[in-house]
Structures are given as C-alpha cells and as structure tokens.
C-alpha cells in the first residue's frame, strides 16, 4: 500500500455482492458468470477454489489463488483476509469492468456491501442473496443457524431462490409466507438458468429495483405471486373463515395464520391448493393473523382483503 | 567434548515431580544434562561452574499457547493506550489517562515523525475515558495538515482527524454507515468497522498484516516475550506462505534469537484434504527453534465485540447472538478430516455454543475415526460449564482457557455481556482440573499483554478491575497456575517431551525471575520481575 492514492482518484468500480448460505448455489453462480457470454471483463472474489469448474480451454494463466480467463475475467481467492483481496483488485483497476463478490456462507453481506459504500474507488450496484428453496425451512429450523439466514435475508435487496424451477409454486410460496411474517418486503426471483439474464440480474442498480417497488408493503419481483396479510384484535366466526378460506373465487393457493374464535378457542388454520388444516392451540393471541398468497392476476390482494373485511364486519362479536 | 556449566541460583522450581525443587542444573549442548545441588554434574566428568543467576529464581521458560506474531508489529505506531505498555525494547510507555493526555502524546510523537509520514496511534480505549467522546476535533489541535490517526484497541474503531478525513474523501455526504456524525451531520472522526476504515487505512499505507510478516515484527515478537520469561510462543493464525517459512527458518535459527516459535497454519482457507496434505509438508520443514504441523480453525467471534456464539439465554441486554466464522456442519467437515488425517487442531471457541459445536464435532471424529493422545484444543472456551468440561475429558481434549480476560473484561462481561452467572465461570481453570483437562492459559498478545505470570495471577485470584471476585471456586493454586504456562501449554503443543520442566534431556529454556513465585503472596504474582531468559542455553538477560 502506498500514500500516493487519492480518493476518487478513477471513476469507481461497479460491485456486487453474491451472498447465501453454504449449498445454496454460489459456486454455480459465479462459475456461470465467470464463463458466461458478457462481454465484461468481470473481477470474482471467491472464498476457495476448491468447487470452481471452469472449461480448461477457457483458461489463460493459473496460479495458487489467480485464475485469469481467456476473455478478461479474473477469479482470484480471497485467502484470509477479504480487504487484501478488494485492494489487490483496486490496483489493477483498469483492467475490470466489474467487481464480484461472493461472500462466504457465513458471512453478513450487509458488511461486505459497506465496503463498497465507503470506498470511493468502489460503486455498490446491490446485494444479491442466494437462497435454497428446498433446504431453507431445515436451516430456518435449526437454532444454530437461523439467525444467521434472517441476517443474510435482510440485508438482501433481491433474492435469488436456486435449486427450484419457476413452475413450482409450493416452495416459493412458502419463502413468501416467511418473508411476509418477518415483515420483509425484498423482492424474489428464482435464479434464471440463462447465463446472460443472470448476469443482468447481478449487473443491475438497486435503486432501480427499489424506485419501481415503492407502492406496496410487499410485492414479487418477477415471481406470478401476489398476497395479502391481515392481523386484527376481532374474535372471528369459524364457519366464516372456512368459508373465506375455502371460497374458490378468490384464488387463494396459500394462507397461513392464527385466529381467535368467537367461541373462545384459537386455531392454526393453513390452506395448500385445496386443502385446509386446523389445529386447537392453547396459545393466548393479542390478534388474529394471516397471510393469504396466489397467483396473479387470478389472486387479487385488493378483492381478498375486501372479501376478508365484508366477512369480519358479519362476524364481529363485540367485545364489553 | 562438549562444554558443560553448572548455573547455580537461588532456587530451581523444575516442575519435575521426581526432584520439584533444585538449587543447580548442568547444561551440555543446549540441553539439561542434570538438575540437583552442586555436584549434579559430577558423573558427567568435567564442567565449569557458572554463578550468573546465584541471586536468582530459575523455572521452565514459560510457553504461551495462544499469542500473535502481530505483537512484535505494532510497534511500528505510536502506543496510545490507557494502561502502561513496554515495547519490545524495554521501553515502558506510560498510559495517556485523559484526551489532554492522549493529545500531549500524540504531539510529541508526531514531532519525532519525518514530515511526510501520517501519525498512526493503537492502543486507545474509549472505555476508559469517561468524559467526552474523542473526535476529529481534538485530533486537529495535534495537526491540521497531516493525517492523524488513533486505532482503538479493538481494531474495530478509529478515531481520525480532518486531514485524514480527506484523504478518504469523507464529508457529510458520505453514506457509509460506520462514518460516524456530529449532530450538524459533520463526520465527527470516528470511523467504525473495517468497512469504514479500510478507504484510509489503504490510502495511508497502514497494514498490520504485512507488518506482522516482516522480520522486524518477528524480533520484536521474540524480545516482548524474553521481556515475560517466554521462551516458547505459538503464533496461533497464519497462512505460511512459502516466502514467510523460509524467512521464519532463517531468523529463527539465529543463536541470538531468542524464542521457539509454533505458528499455526490457518485451517480454514482451504479444503480439510488440501490442508493435511500442506501440514504434512510442513512437518518437514519443523527446526530447532521452529515447529510446523498444527492447524487452527475458528468456529465463532468474540464475547466482548458481541460476535461470540452463545447457548440460550445469550447475550444479555438484548443484543442478539454472535456470528460463526465456521458454522457447525462445515466445522465438523473440517474437523472430522483433519482428525483422520492424524493433524491436530487448535479449535477457536469463544462462546458456549461454539465450544458445543467444536464438542459435537470431535464426538464425531472420534466415533469414525477413533485416536487416542490427538491433544486437540479447544482455544479460548471462555464460557464452557461443567457439562463440556467432562465432555472434553472424554473426548481427550485439552483446553487453553484465556485467563487474562478475568481481568481485562471481566467487568464487561459481567455487567455487558453474559451477566453475572455466566461470568462468574469465565475461564472456568477450576472446572477443567478438576475434571482431568489438561490445561493451558494464555493471553492472545497483542489482544491483552503477554505477560504469563500475569495469567497465572489472573487464574489464581479471578479479579476484576472493580474489585469483584470472578468465582471464588474457579481459583485455582498458584503451582496448578504455573503449570499451565509451562508443561500444560508444551503439553497441547505436543512439545512437552522438549520443553515444560527442567529435567534431563529437555531443552534448556529457562525463565529468570527475580522472586520466587511460589512463596511470594499470591495477590503479587503478577509483580514478580523477569530478569530474563535462557533458550537452548543460551542467554538473554533483559
């Protein structure tokens, strides 16, 4: 390092941060990326080379923790320490268009993306956090692990669901219950299997993503799913709730919540395509709750949440 | 044949159970060839007779089981801490006790500085200056036109003046969360989190990491430990590159270089298989003075900076849980290779959680690949109870609990961080000998002060800067304490057939004290002066 650097001495470096947690699908990320048809000469900080497959043929020059690529990617191993790396990069900065960061499983990406906030050679384009959709409800399950996901979940501006096709519904509406209960409102995408819309994905500006999200408190990003939650102190009538659960014209293909009954009970009420399970809790409820999720435009958020309140206004036992 | 010299001192605490006291040891080749009263040597035939340390105390020299080769670095920069420090050197710099007192400081080290030289300081703790906050306001009365600097010793905040400020392009419309704002929206100085800091300390050249590789750091590291009776010290993280092993090989193997020194390979940085196969070329490359061939890895952060995994009810006041460094399935991964690959491990483990995981992980191993006398350690296991101590038991594992932190943080931890119950087992000594743990303790220089007497005391009387009693039943004796930073900590090294005692055939690396530690009270163990020290039998008086 030397004292000769001047802030903004050059125009900054586009950077992305590519989170997740260990198996959600980074490696094959970065590896699409690496190899894929851009036309950018991208910089790739990876935790190891251990997973990193790309095409021999592709490769120009190797060594113990550079690999430079015939067509001017570079992917370098972080080592131990993640500022080496970035200041490594910085000094050979004219030779990148792009810099990308893959976190380690681990890691807060909130932390790493501040990096490119304060650095001025740097520019943060966003913070893109993998999620697998078939293993995430394991990990949300472990108490060891848990925290660890929600952070990474919250500091993500898009998030990237792997290992799933975009066809099936059932895993993602799940995710979206589970973003809606923690009050998130981050757009989802499933990764696409493209090389180059992948790569637009990452290329993008967050803020664009943000300015076209600002109407409601949740809203998919490229997903077919819209929903609708509700948590309010009225005691509700059972019969009326299967029937709101169960009436085919709103199109619900998910609900998931905890009611207090007219009759003084408290009931888990879940609905998956067609079917609807109960359970008793002895849970004592502040409010009732619910999220209600389905495809659009079949699914109308505002027809539901009509629908709901023409329901509770029936059904209202006031309270002395 | 060979020279021999019979030292002769006040008294020879051996740490050998068959002759635990002695008055003289002969010394051949580097190495004790006997121990006893004057005439040891005699069978051996001829020796000289050498009284140099007639007034003094001899032991073991001291082996410090988890310290920093970064120790010997910082020197570089200017010492602006609350508490006296003395450098490598000797030279003692005293405590700056108030921001009048840091602003003198900082003034005069920056009068001694070359004109273009920024003025980096470490050392300082806000904590103990309770008055107003320093801010980059105090730091331009030391200089308005050159970059000052003030490094907390947490290494997680800095507090800097305008001009270096500017040298990171910061203003009040800068976003950075860590550029922390007077109320008028001005950057006030601080800078926190490496995010923040890492704009200026890249644009002013300050890296502590490539100064800890340089061979300065590596005899400054040598002579603070002479300066404590170290004779023996780990350098528990590194990535040994080719280029820094032939360095350390060299340096090392000078006669005036006074330390053995076990560096660590850092585990964590490559698969477990690539990393077996690294230690086991590294072995080959062990010398004298030099050993290669264990591995560290770090399951968690640290309790004090909130990063350290705890077990249900956490942190209290509400701050949530720490954060892995190696979440559990791929530490048992790493783990349960390593263990078949016969490398032994120094396992970092702050939390309780951590020390869990490290546990379940090591049951594993040692379902699939059973071995015995492995001598993996669990480093730091600060918040470890009962339960886990008779697991490690079980299990074969040693533990080098870090004692130091009863002094340095146990306040903290007690009114910050666990609360009362937790704290009062904190580096719980007591629980691992009572449950056949072999023990070690030390100090992470440069996180606290290398200083193992100073240790010792902290494990024999558990006080607090506030004058608490951290666990009255944690104590342990002042001769289990000095064990620990002898043959213990050689034992989790598997070096304790060379060093740990004074006895025949080890090496002749002794610690010179001024008093006998076994006889002074036990609140004034840490007083005891250091003379200096002998390795290999060679001298290094202070």
Redo the contacts between chains.
Sequence with gaps: ???S????STKPLPMTVVSGY?GAGKTTLVNSILSGDHSLRIAVLV??F?EIAIDETLIGARSDDVIALANGCMCC?????L??A??RI?RMRERFDHLLVETS??A?PA??A??A?????LELLRTVVLVDAVNFTDILAD???N??LLRQVRSADLILLTKIDATTTAGIADFQIMLVELGLSVPVAVLPKDDRQAWQILNERRTAVSSSKKAAPFRVHRLPFESWSWTGTERVDFDKLMAFASDSALNIYRLKGRFRLADGRTVLLHKVGSEITFEDTDETLEASEFVAIGTKPDFNPEHTGRAWIRMIQRSIIHQP | MADTVVYRASKIITMDPTLPEATHVAVRDGLVLAVGDADCATPWGDFRRDDRYRDTVLMPGFVEGHAHMMTGAMWAYTYAGHQDRIDPDGRKWEGLTDIAGVMAGLKRALASLPA?K?LIAWGFDPIFLPTERLNRRHLDEVSTDRPVVIMHSNFHLMTVNSAAL????YDRN??????ARFDDGEPNGELQ????M??L???????F??LARAESAMRGFANSAMRVGVTTSTDLLN?LPEEDIAKLVAVTARDDFQLRIVPAL?GM???PEDVARRVAELRKRSTDKLRLGIVKLMADGSIQGYTG?LK?PGYILGH??G????????LKEQIVCLHREGVQMHIHVNGD?ASE?ALDAIEEAQARHPRFDHRHTLQHCQMADDSQFRRMAALGLCANLFANHIWYFGDQHYERTMGPNRAMRLDACGSALRHDVPLAIHSDSPVTPMGPLHVAWCAVNRLTPSGRVLGEDQKISVKAALHAITLGAAFTLKLDREIGSIETGKKADFAVLEKDPLTVPAVELKDVPVLGTVVGGHHFPI
Excluded: C, H, S
């Excluded at chain 1, 191993?77 to 320490?81: A, L, M, P, T, Y």
């Excluded at chain 2, 890249?202 to 890296?207: I, K, P, Q, S, T």
């Excluded at chain 2, 954060?323 to 791929?330: A, F, G, L, S, V």
């Design positions: 390092m030397t004292a650097l001047d802030a903004r260990l935790n190891d251990g191993q972080i080592g131990g320490d500022y080496d970035i200041d910085l499983g681990v807060d932390k790493v501040q990096i906030v304060a650095e001025p050679d108490p060891r692990l925290d660890t | 273009d920024p500017a040298v990171a392009g800068t976003n950075a969360v860590g550029v989190e490496m995010a923040a890492f704009p300390m890249r644009r002013l050249g300050v890296d990491r490539a990535e850092n940085t490559q698969a995994r249900w949530p849980n954060i892995w460094n190696t979440p559990p399935d791929r959680e995981a």
